[in-house]
């Protein structure tokens, strides 16, 4: 486990690393292109994969996001698979039947795929809490081998909710129609509002792989720029560092 939890607002948010890697060929493309207009220069760019473990005051186990999931999964065509997120938890001493919420932020395969071992559903005493506009148009492997196997237990919302004691979803479309962060006190969990650290410094790049380019930069400045103004904790996706404090003029830092 290479990073450490952090405590606040009677909450604890541990970061579980499920993989770290390029993006594979299938998907792939340079930078430059993937972040028009950034300036970035054409280098590999390696993404990390976390998930979050929240633990609430009453020993509530929430699990925002499952990773790419088994050799197998529908990530396997473009993520460094299998992911770890199994031994992750194991090595804080979480077994997966201890889990009674997984929150998706969206139904991208990187995000989700590790929502389902062998079939079944991973987390078997979890709901699994999706937003209905992603639901909708979920289609391919994510629908047959993911959304499927969990059907029994999906915990549909429509827009913002709070899910457990403290623990809240925001709804906020743009890379998909239902992506939604979540929040734990001043712990901001942004599954893929922000993807690069370039769109922190400007937060009007586009993303390639965003559904909606105009509605998710809309929504990311938004965010960010509130977030920002209650200096906030940012607990990104794909970033190498789990978290990073939002500071009104100075940018960000890194905690450690």
Request: proline share 8%; net charge negative; with cysteine.
């Amino acid at each position: 486990m290479p990073h450490q939890p952090i405590s606040v607002s009677g909450v604890e948010v541990t970061p579980l690393c499920d993989a770290v890697g390029p993006m594979g060929a299938a998907i792939r493309r340079p930078l430059p292109e993937m972040f028009a207009g950034s300036g970035l220069r054409d280098e590999p760019w390696v993404l990390h994969f976390h998930c979050y473990l929240i633990r609430d005051a009453a020993d509530r186990l929430t699990l925002v996001d499952t990773g790419i999931g088994a050799a197998d999964s529908p990530a396997s065509s473009w993520a460094p698979v299998p992911g770890t997120l199994a031994g992750e938890l194991a090595a804080v001493g979480v077994a997966p039947a201890e889990i009674s919420t997984v929150i998706l932020t969206h139904l991208h395969s990187d995000h989700a795929s590790g929502a389902v071992a062998g079939g079944e559903p991973m987390f078997a005493n979890a709901r699994y809490v999706v937003q209905k506009a992603d639901l909708d148009v979920a289609q391919g492997p994510v629908l047959d081998e993911i959304v499927s196997a969990i059907k029994a237990q999906l915990h549909v919302v429509e827009g913002d909710a709070e899910v457990t004691p403290g623990v809240h979803v925001r709804h906020t479309p743009g890379h998909t129609p239902g992506h939604q962060i979540v929040r734990a006190g001043e712990v901001a969990m942004t599954g893929d509002l922000v993807l690069h650290r370039a769109q922190l410094d400007d937060p009007s790049l586009p993303y390639l792989y965003d559904d909606d380019r105009e509605a998710a930069t809309r929504i990311r400045t938004e965010v960010l720029d509130a977030l920002r103004a209650e200096r906030a904790i940012l607990a990104t996706a794909h970033f190498s560092e789990p978290f990073l404090r939002l500071h009104p003029l100075l940018g960000h830092d890194v905690l450690s």
